[in-house]
């Protein structure tokens, strides 16, 4: 499984990005996917995760009401609109999906490869 960030840049505080992050793979069952980020010198810490069917999301304390997790029809594209962006919230953006191996019925979880947010005052 492949998973792909995009949408990532430089903003002013205030405004608005929108990530997308494409999951791609053959024999795989896309299931949870989640969002998290990294800021220099800190963990990596859990933005938003959305269910297999997009009915159940969970949101850091941080970013409620600022931001939103939603898939695509298809399930394999998860997206993160983010408004009312602050300098805080300047990190490497991660996506992660649990993936199903429709052969051997073993899950596994894959990450992408980042995509940085910067927030300026």
């Known amino acids: 499984v492949q998973l792909v960030e995009s949408g990532g840049g430089l903003v002013q505080a205030g405004g608005s990005l929108r990530l997308s992050c494409a999951a791609s793979?053959?024999?795989?069952?896309?299931?949870?996917m989640g969002w998290y980020r990294q800021a220099p010198g800190k963990q990596r810490e859990l933005v938003a995760t959305?269910?297999?069917?997009?009915?159940?999301?969970n949101y850091a304390d941080s970013v409620k009401g600022r931001f939103t997790i939603s898939r695509s029809g298809a399930k394999n594209t998860m997206y993160l609109q983010m408004n009312s962006l602050k300098p805080e919230d300047t990190a490497v953006y991660y996506c992660?999906?649990?993936?199903?191996?429709?052969?051997?019925?073993?899950?596994?979880?894959?990450w992408g490869q980042g995509t940085q947010v910067t927030v300026s005052p």
């Open positions: 992660n999906a649990v993936a199903l191996n429709l052969v051997t019925r073993i899950s596994y979880l894959y």
């Open positions: 793979g053959s024999t795989f069952s896309i299931n949870a």
């Open positions: 959305i269910t297999s069917g997009g009915g159940s999301t």
